[in-house]
């Protein structure tokens, strides 16, 4: 695993983790149904985006082709 992409990965995740808490503090402080909305969609996104991250270190730590490597349009 080439050590700048690693760490990329890995602040990526605490990007994540970050947004979440963000989210989650705005879905509790917020009454407004619009923010509300929007605080679910961040947090979905934070939690789809974290999931990816940690799936793409873990190939790298193993030595597996990467998802996006097999094929870049698919994030399945």
Request: glycine share 6%; aromatic share 4%.
């Amino acid at each position: 695993m080439e050590h700048s992409c690693g760490a990329i990965v890995c602040e990526t995740i605490e990007h994540c983790r970050a947004l979440m808490r963000l989210a989650e503090r705005g879905m509790r402080e917020c009454g407004d149904e619009s923010c509300i909305m929007l605080y679910g969609i961040m947090l979905d996104s934070a939690y789809r985006v974290k999931a990816a991250a940690e799936n793409h270190h873990s190939e790298m730590m193993r030595g597996t082709p990467a998802q996006e490597e097999m094929a870049p349009w698919s994030l399945d």
